[in-house]
């Protein structure tokens, strides 16, 4: 038993410590001033998020980026609430923008794919650039973008995503959790094995995404537009795949407002690791999972006198170390430090919480935007 737990402890202690040097091993991105030369066509699909939309125009319209060199395409999914409605009153106020709201074609068991497929179809840029309507952009968003197309030469692009705020312990509790996706996101990047990235910052050719044959071959799996892709793109052609390490181009979003939602949430995406098709995002994947399952049972087995005191001790500490410095690395490059204090009780407790989500993805379906689906 020592040396199982041994084994999975050094394995768990080397992965983090490779997205620890990757970390540091992707180069900050500082924005300079410049002539802007790519023109983007944002898709942005949404379904019932009328609570939300106004936010998200508001910081469109107040993007620094030449209203003239962007298109917005907003693609309903059947939303069965006033988000139309909203919509069209805020464009009212900000005519100026160039926009689009188009009806989603259910083609396939992914919806936002079909979404995202179908703003594709009918954009003018070359560039795509996708958000999500939960969330707010940067004033920089789209310069910074430019910017690192113009030094580069990028066709698939990720960047980072964050909470905008979080005042209870539950969304501390999920920034912490963001902040260390981010963190493996980044670390991933840094040592070339791109193995996650946020459809809510993701921008890819339009070009590229036809010559990789879009989401063809995970139409059946209703989420992971955006790892699935990038997986597929890592494939074809890994040496055009890039991370934006910089602040500027942080999209924020909200966290889910209670325990039910967010269980939804994770047990979504959980449900489609089973299909990574990428190898060290299937192995970072399970040695998270057999990790967290080992911290769960140490209690149990020291009880029954399997562990000593000493081992039980040690492992938990070492994992709460490694984690910490992976987690301090994130939260100084995202600014929100002062999240930290709410680490180890959120450490300690997210062990249970991530075995909890994988057993209900095995068993169990989901509900996502009002639809029910089954693995």
């Known amino acids: 038993m020592i040396i199982i737990i041994f084994s999975i402890t050094v394995l768990y202690l080397l992965l983090i410590g490779s997205f620890i040097y990757g970390f540091d091993k992707v180069n900050d991105f500082k924005l300079e001033e410049s002539q802007p030369q790519t023109k983007f066509s944002v898709i942005i699909p949404f379904r019932n998020e009328a609570k939300n939309l106004q936010a998200l125009i508001q910081s469109i319209s107040h993007l620094n980026y030449p209203k003239s060199m962007f298109e917005i395409l907003l693609i309903n999914d059947d939303s069965t609430d006033d988000s139309v409605e909203r919509i069209k009153q805020e464009l009212m106020l900000n005519t100026s923008l160039d926009t689009a709201i188009l009806i989603n074609e259910r083609l396939t068991k992914a919806p936002k794919k079909d979404a995202i497929s179908k703003g594709i179809l009918h954009a003018k840029y070359d560039w795509i650039v996708t958000t999500d309507a939960d969330c707010q952009l940067p004033t920089y968003w789209l310069d910074c973008y430019d910017h690192f197309i113009k030094n580069t030469s990028s066709k698939v692009l990720a960047a980072p995503v964050t909470f905008k705020k979080a005042t209870s312990f539950l969304e501390r509790f999920q920034l912490l959790d963001m902040m260390s996706l981010q963190g493996a996101t980044i670390g991933g990047f840094g040592i070339k094995k791109p193995f996650l990235c946020n459809g809510a910052n993701f921008a890819y050719k339009k070009s590229f995404f036809n010559e990789v044959k879009g989401f063809e071959g995970n139409t059946n799996i209703a989420s992971g537009d955006d790892i699935f892709l990038l997986e ?65 049972c140490l209690p149990l087995l020291f009880f029954v006198e399997i562990v000593s005191l000493k081992t039980l001790v040690y492992t938990i500490a070492i994992k709460l170390m490694i984690d910490f410095l992976l987690l301090f690395k994130t939260a100084r490059f995202l600014e929100q430090e002062q999240y930290l204090v709410s680490y180890f009780l959120s450490s300690i407790l997210y062990p249970f919480f991530s075995v909890y989500v994988a057993f209900l993805s095995v068993f169990k379906g989901y509900k996502w935007k009002d639809r029910a689906y089954t693995k």
């Not at 890039?242 to 909200?254: A, D, G, H």
């Not at 998270?288 to 399952?293: C, E, G, P, Q, R």
């Open 232 to 296: 597929k793109a890592f494939k074809h052609d890994k040496n055009n795949i890039r991370y934006i390490k910089s602040n500027q181009i942080t999209v924020t979003t909200t966290p889910q407002s209670s325990f039910k939602s967010l269980k939804s949430q994770r047990v979504r995406w959980a449900a489609k690791t089973s299909r990574y098709k990428n190898a060290f995002g299937k192995l970072t994947g399970f040695l998270v999972l057999v990790m967290n399952a080992l911290l769960v």
